[in-house]
């Protein structure tokens, strides 16, 4: 069976797949880009990278109309807990599980991390999601750094990574990033949010096609891409 991502604005995607919907960061009110509103979607399960408000956004509220259970490290599992969240799944960096729908792994993500309360939010991080044998690296919110040529060895089918510069990598180290994880299909996300992530995805698409055999793929909000059946 196909995977089917589809691209809610900012660095919110759902992906369904493995008999499963899942969300990652649904930062969903308060964003002028999102394809979606919160009382739209229905996963099964949501992922969150980091505290960050435009992460976070309103995975809280989504999981207790839904009964979804979050997968997100030990500080941002308990603190969703304590606002009424019934399901959760923590996890910390390096390590993954594997759920009914396929494996979950979080993966380095250099960032920061506050939650609402201004308490902790533990260590940002990258997802790194099997699905029907297929390999999807969510860089979430990150600068470069060299051991995405290691995530890059067990064969990504699709990167999705931050172009907007000033929070995250910029085009360039984007480009460079491609180079070290050799995926198949690369979707830039994390721009035009904000006057200060304005950036050119169609100028970041040639580079990446002329210079990394990628194919990359600029979504629109509320567009999808679906990634060929696995062989």
């Given at each position: 069976?196909?995977?089917k991502l589809?691209?809610?604005?900012?660095?919110?995607f759902?992906?369904?797949?493995?008999?499963?919907?899942?969300?990652?960061?649904?930062?969903l009110?308060?964003?002028?880009?999102?394809?979606?509103?919160?009382?739209?979607?229905?996963?099964?399960?949501?992922l969150?990278?980091?505290?960050?408000?435009?992460?976070?956004?309103?995975?809280?509220?989504?999981?207790?109309r839904?009964?979804?259970?979050?997968?997100?490290?030990?500080?941002?599992?308990?603190?969703?807990q304590?606002?009424?969240v019934?399901?959760?799944?923590?996890?910390?960096?390096?390590g993954?599980?594997n759920?009914?729908?396929?494996?979950v792994?979080?993966?380095?993500?250099?960032?920061?991390?506050?939650?609402?309360?201004?308490?902790?939010?533990?260590?940002?991080?990258?997802?790194?999601?099997?699905?029907?044998?297929?390999?999807?690296?969510?860089?979430?919110?990150?600068?470069?750094?060299?051991?995405?040529?290691?995530?890059?060895?067990?064969?990504?089918?699709?990167?999705?990574?931050?172009?907007?510069?000033?929070?995250?990598?910029g085009?360039?180290?984007?480009?460079?990033?491609v180079?070290?994880?050799?995926?198949?299909?690369?979707?830039?996300?994390?721009?035009?949010?904000?006057?200060?992530?304005?950036?050119?995805?169609?100028?970041?698409?040639?580079?990446?096609?002329?210079?990394?055999?990628?194919?990359?793929?600029?979504?629109?909000?509320?567009?999808?891409?679906?990634?060929?059946?696995?062989?």
């Amino acid at each position: 069976m196909s995977v089917k991502l589809t691209y809610y604005g900012h660095a919110c995607f759902a992906i369904e797949g493995g008999g499963a919907v899942l969300i990652i960061d649904p930062f969903l009110s308060g964003n002028p880009m999102a394809a979606v509103q919160a009382a739209d979607v229905n996963p099964d399960y949501i992922l969150i990278s980091h505290g960050h408000g435009d992460h976070l956004g309103d995975a809280i509220p989504i999981a207790k109309r839904t009964g979804a259970t979050i997968i997100s490290n030990f500080e941002i599992a308990t603190y969703c807990q304590q606002q009424g969240v019934e399901s959760v799944h923590p996890l910390h960096i390096g390590g993954g599980f594997n759920f009914p729908f396929g494996r979950v792994q979080l993966t380095i993500a250099h960032h920061g991390s506050a939650l609402p309360d201004g308490s902790y939010g533990g260590n940002p991080a990258g997802f790194l999601l099997t699905i029907e044998g297929q390999t999807i690296y969510h860089a979430c919110d990150t600068g470069l750094f060299y051991d995405m040529k290691l995530i890059g060895e067990k064969g990504v089918a699709v990167a999705i990574l931050p172009i907007g510069d000033n929070f995250t990598m910029g085009p360039d180290d984007a480009l460079r990033a491609v180079q070290l994880i050799e995926p198949q299909v690369v979707i830039p996300i994390h721009y035009d949010t904000f006057d200060v992530i304005r950036q050119d995805p169609q100028t970041f698409a040639q580079r990446v096609e002329q210079k990394t055999s990628a194919q990359c793929i600029i979504l629109k909000p509320g567009e999808s891409y679906e990634l060929p059946a696995s062989s």
